[in-house]
């Protein structure tokens, strides 16, 4: 497998169950995955802060530790 092709196969199949756990039809992912390492433990934080907050950014809880699979709530 190339690494595209099992980010597409991912993709897929987490966009579809989530859209039907969600009650929801449409894009779930953006077009676009690229890769990133990690500087050091600011940029860490950064971006774990990024992500646990994207579930607030899109409406479906007011605070991170809130929505349920979050990683917010063990911190």
């Not at 897929?12 to 039907?20: D, G, P, V």
């Not at 992500?51 to 911190?75: D, F, H, M, T, Y």
């Amino acid at each position: 497998f190339k690494m595209s092709q099992l980010v597409h196969s991912w993709k897929s199949f987490t966009a579809n169950l989530c859209n039907q756990l969600l009650g929801r039809t449409g894009k779930f992912w953006e077009r676009e995955s690229f890769d990133r390492y990690i500087r050091n433990e600011r940029h860490y934080l950064n971006a774990l802060s990024y992500i646990e907050n994207n579930p607030v950014k899109a409406g479906l809880c007011e605070k991170a530790e809130r929505w349920r699979w979050s990683s917010a709530q063990r911190r």
